[in-house]
């Protein structure tokens, strides 16, 4: 049974538009959640992440929210680039803040197109 | 900073054969994971080291694959013998630990891509 579950395995936006990639998972141990970017040949490299004390977190163009009564986070992009197109894989632990043991989602592909 | 070194890139191999993937981590990080990631998949943790000893290797299928990280530093994953469902990506990850047991940000390889025939 997958506890992170990414259920759009493909995005497409036009460049300068918002990217809002979806998760949701149903341990409701996990407490702390992440979002890895993939590129083609290259291992997954780590975007930004949020404690499931904290509603929203911000980073640059990044954002990720977290509704932990619906057990569901989002990652927005905004304005989306054509260099953000890449494969965006969920992940949760419930490690109390540590990165280990790491639970992914299957991934979204995510295009930006010019 | 060198990121984390996997070699080889690429294998294949027949189905009952063995095979052994190498990586080596970012200098100075104590945790070091590795991951199967199936095509269409998330990468699932197979097991964790903390320098030398094992942390967690609850998902590891011991019957046919085993790893090792001797010394704390370099590390091998070995499966022995393989089956066409191990045809994935391996990669392999390392981390700093954190106070209290836990880790901080998982830093990636390249992988090795096995296919299995």
């Known amino acids: 049974d997958q506890q992170v579950k990414q259920n759009s395995p493909s995005l497409s936006v036009q460049e300068g538009r918002i990217s809002i990639l979806n998760c949701d998972y149903t341990n409701s141990m996990f407490d702390y959640f992440l979002w890895y970017k993939k590129y083609p040949a290259e291992g997954p490299t780590f975007l930004i992440s949020?404690?499931?004390?904290?509603d929203k977190n911000e980073d640059g163009r990044f954002t990720v929210f977290l509704n932990k009564s619906a057990k569901h986070l989002s990652l927005h992009i905004v304005p989306s680039q054509p260099g953000d197109s890449a494969v965006y894989f969920c992940a949760a632990s419930e490690g109390g803040g540590s990165q280990g043991n790491l639970i992914f989602g299957k991934g979204t592909k995510l295009s930006v197109k010019p | 900073e060198a990121g984390v070194a996997q070699s080889p890139r690429y294998k294949i191999i027949e189905k009952r054969q063995s095979v052994a993937f190498w990586c080596n981590p970012i200098s100075g990080h104590a945790t070091l994971y590795w991951y199967q990631q199936i095509l269409g998949q998330g990468p699932k943790l197979l097991i964790q080291f903390q320098n030398n000893g094992v942390v967690d290797d609850s998902q590891l299928p011991k019957d046919r694959f085993s790893a090792e990280r001797l010394k704390g530093v370099d590390s091998t994953l070995k499966i022995q013998p393989a089956k066409l469902e191990d045809s994935a990506v391996y990669l392999c990850?390392?981390?700093?630990?954190?106070?209290?047991?836990?880790?901080?940000?998982?830093?990636f390889g390249p992988g090795t891509r096995l296919t299995v025939l």
């Open positions: 990850a390392s981390s700093l630990p954190l106070a209290g047991g836990n880790t901080d940000t998982q830093y």
């Open positions: 949020i404690s499931s004390i904290k």
